[in-house]
């Protein structure tokens, strides 16, 4: 099984010059990183180096980007996700499309390759910071897809259902990455993606109850 990239949406305006300018030095910036950070280390790499390479100031790195963690985590396009939570059909149920839309968004923070996808799960299992601020950055996109599943529901943001299973599923995913390095990348990222999106309990061990 093989990941890619969602289609944009049709209504959604082409970016205009200065917005794929942007794109591009942020591109350069983590393509930077990336080299960098597989060849001598998280720790070794500083924000220096990384200007450096991608041909842009140190003060370009950090407007872009508020910390080195940042670099190397996709970008959360929490309100791409919200749009595409909210275009999900009327009468699908709002656990399905919660599921949908997560899928979604991993599958856009793994197109930059498998080569980026290894090298990110190995800083998660490996770097603390790094795993810190992803687990920030999803609680915060966790708690406004929560509000937006509820509107879709007709429940109250504040639903314990909601909330449990909004980011119980979030929180889930984020062990997706670490299982995956912790077993040398055996396997099929977005395959491991669908077992735990799975609404399946583990399963027992032969000769188990």
């Not at 080195?68 to 709002?94: F, G, H, Q, S, Y």
């Not at 639903?159 to 995956?180: A, H």
């Not at 077992?195 to 188990?208: E, K, V, Y």
Request: with cysteine; hydrophobic share 40%.
């Amino acid at each position: 099984m093989t990941t890619a990239r969602p289609a944009p949406s049709a209504d959604r305006p082409r970016p205009g010059l200065r917005e794929r300018k942007k794109a591009r030095t942020r591109g350069a910036i983590r393509a930077a990183a990336h080299t960098l950070i597989a060849r001598q280390g998280y720790d070794a790499t500083t924000i220096e180096q990384i200007a450096d390479r991608a041909e842009v100031s140190p003060s370009t790195v950090s407007r872009y980007f508020t910390a080195k963690e940042d670099i190397v985590l996709p970008d959360e396009d929490t309100a791409r996700l919200l749009d595409a939570l909210r275009r999900r059909p009327a009468d699908e149920p709002w656990r399905t499309s919660v599921r949908h839309v997560v899928r979604a968004a991993v599958d856009l923070g793994t197109a930059d390759g498998p080569d980026v996808a290894r090298l990110r799960g190995r800083l998660l299992a490996e770097v603390p910071a790094v795993r810190a601020r992803l687990q920030e950055t999803v609680s915060a996109t966790g708690r406004l897809l929560c509000g937006a599943a509820a509107e879709r529901a007709g429940l109250d943001p504040d639903d314990l259902e909601v909330r449990v299973f909004t980011m119980s599923l979030l929180g889930g995913l984020l062990e997706v990455p670490l299982y995956w390095a912790e077993h040398g990348f055996q396997g099929d990222l977005a395959d491991l993606v669908d077992r735990a999106l799975d609404d399946r309990a583990p399963r027992p061990a032969a000769g188990n109850p």
